[in-house]
């Protein structure tokens, strides 16, 4: 353990004699982004000795702004308490050991109790175990303790400023860059990172429309509009008690929301038998909630792989021989998986791959594999023919997909054209082989209808389709608490490792611009978090406890909106009935672009050509494979870099699950490696010159 140095400022000029001069190293955002690469360089050969390292945040380093520690103990993780590490370990290939610390579960009741204690949240840290799902303020503390760990083992002499980077300017005449703060300081640093998370965003046109029908009905109608946006951070108090609103999202930040205004306005659950039932305090307001699948996403399996000893594991068998070159030359120790037949790969290590061809037909057959592999070991099916049949149906949209190389853009509209109905005749040549092994219906895998249930919905009015969603919900809810039905693990295992295939070859320039906005972070990111990034069951539970209560109500799916002086007007695809509303709050997360980002440090370097944006709908910022940002004439930029989810190809994630092999750390350890090097460049420069 090093000696830590930090000096912690407010952002005053003069506050610690820090302001103003040069920095080797300055980071605008202090999170858990910023934290896994402060701990990858802290791991590095000599732990960051020399540097001078700023961190520009108005909130604590390492939870940052979303899993600050002062926020609502209603406001959970996503994750169980075991699943969420922001160190890596011994699954993770990386070219140095990295700092190594404990998973979130092995804190609370470890190293983090002490702390835990001293903020009073002893009592709430004592009733969670490793299925637990905490509450963010507590991953708050965590995070805020690894920031402790990555001091300690730092050589490095740490700024912390709590202000905000109001401007970014380029030094006249040299390398780096000026940061002016909130206070008027300035910090000149030699490299600048900016790993700012999600970001606040401008509303889209259809989004300020709505608020510009608010905004002018204030001394009529009284309409409320409520933009997407990071849900905790919202002023839900002029939604009165009793008012009916309009919900549009059925997503995490839908549940953020209800508990907001149910909960956190003095109403209380409790248990009935495996249920809950809801007492009302009388402050709350009535949600009508929808969205274009009209039911919640798919809650966390009530069970884990102890539940099946035996069953197979889940390898990638096709997109995985499709990222080898992002592999660093470590594809051979993937040579099992090879199930793509000889002669696809050769010469195409660098070709961009068409998605709807070729990703996400690999993607579907992926999950199909999965699942029926597991079907038939665990119902003891003797039928190898038919994952045979899958494997061929992957070989050939290979061999069709990959045929032909770079296209034009009318050859490949032509091409997935013709593609989209041979690859639908392919799937149901699958359904049927399995129709005709499997008898048990419930046992068929039929991705479409996993992804939209009831898009085929058709009811009389609200009420028979409000019947039909919860008849869904409960359904489901069953199912994921039953190892009966344990192709669902599996499904979700092959889920996750194809995200991140896919997410590595978007990484490295292997998906298009527009496929990746169309459909990587479209309709694959929306079926990746229906599926994989849902609730915990007992929020769902909560959902059906407060529709008891007449505090939720499901107005469908396939929700549409519109907007007059009346108010806001929804329609659901599954019914023909309308339902005005004078209260609308959009519960979704705007979705990210850096063109619309509200963000006046990205805004500077944008106007100073410093940044370069994708030609595409909800453009990101580009950067080379480092992270290193491009300018606008495209030339990457050594002293500056971009991470976050505003950033193309960049790997947003900060934490993962243990004992994954998670890329993410290895993204860390390698733009670390890459941001010293830019530090020690400069430097050698400056002193050439100055010699």
Known sequence: MRERSAVISGGRVGDDGSLGPRADLAFIGAGPKTLGILLAIAAAEEAGAGLRIHLIDPFSPGPGRIWRTEQSPHLWMNSRTEDITIFPDDSCRLERPGVRGPTLHEWIHGPGRERLSRCGLAEEAALLDSQSFASRRIQGHYLSAAFDTALDQLAAEVHIHRVRAESVRRVDRGSGFTVTTSTGATITADVLVSAQGHLDMHPAAADAEFGNRATASARGAGLYYQAPGYTADLDFSAIPAGAEVLTRGFGLAFLDFMVMVTEGRGGELAPRGENLIYRPSGGEPVLWVGSSRGISYSPKLGYSRTAVPGAPEVELRYLSRLDEDSDGGKGGERAAGDHLGGGHRSGRASTVIDFPTVLGPLFELELTYAHYAHVLWKRGIDAPELLTLIDETADEVVSTGLATGPACAGDVAAGRRTHAPRHRACVEAIAAAARAVVTDPDDLFDLARLDRPLDDLSCEDFASAEVSVREHIEGHLRR????????????????????????????????????????????????????????????????LALHDAGLVRFLGPGLSVEADEFGFTARSTAHPEAKTFTHFVDARLARQSAERAADPALASLRSDGALLLEDTAHAKLRTDETGRALDADGEAQPDLFL?????????????????????????????????????AAISDDRELLAG
């Open 480 to 543: 994921s608490a039953d190892a009966e039905h344990s192709a669902d693990l599996v499904v979700f295992e092959a889920l996750v490792k194809s995200y991140v295939a896919i997410r590595t070859l978007v990484r490295d320039g292997r998906v298009s611009h527009s496929d990746r906005t169309e459909f990587v972070e479209g309709s694959f990111h929306s079926l990746f978090s229906f599926i994989g990034s849902g609730p915990p069951p007992v929020r769902v539970k909560q959902i």
């Open 643 to 679: 991470l976050g989810p505003a950033v193309s190809g960049s790997t947003a994630e900060a934490f993962s699950r243990p004992h994954t092999g998670a890329p993410v750390f290895a993204d860390n350890e390698r733009i670390a490696g890459a941001i010293l090097a830019s530090v």
